[in-house]
């Protein structure tokens, strides 16, 4: 078993910055890549990016340049630096990580993130 569990969330005006973070506890050395999901309000859960153990890094298109994945491996813990936030990038946002070995898909309970003036 994994647990993940997200901070960092808030209400933020257009043009602000943000950092979540993702603390992983449990059976987590079979885990590889961590991810950061959004899902806004009628939506489907959509990839904001994702990385690997060893640093690999992957950004959806939307956010290429303003956001920023890194983890520290010592603290088990995933950041997203997310900076000149816009009303469209309001949702809830979700870590993820898969054991690589069961396949298995974990997720945290998710932290809501409001960009409104």
């Known amino acids: 078993q994994v647990q993940l569990v997200e901070s960092g969330g808030g209400l933020v005006q257009p043009g602000g910055s943000l950092r979540l973070s993702c603390v992983a506890s449990?059976?987590?050395?079979?885990?590889?890549?961590v991810g950061w999901y959004h899902q806004a309000p009628g939506k489907q859960r959509e990839l904001v990016a994702t990385?690997?153990?060893?640093?690999?890094?992957n950004y959806a298109d939307s956010v290429k340049g303003r956001f920023t994945i890194s983890r520290d491996n010592a603290k088990n813990t995933v950041y997203l630096q997310m900076n000149s936030l816009r009303p469209e990038d309001t949702a809830v946002y979700y870590c993820?990580?898969?054991?690589?070995?069961?396949?298995?898909?974990?997720w945290g309970q998710g932290t809501q993130v409001t960009v409104s003036s």
């Open positions: 449990g059976v987590i050395g079979r885990i590889n890549t």
């Open positions: 993820n990580a898969g054991d690589i070995i069961t396949k298995i898909n974990y």
């Open positions: 990385i690997t153990r060893t640093g690999s890094i």
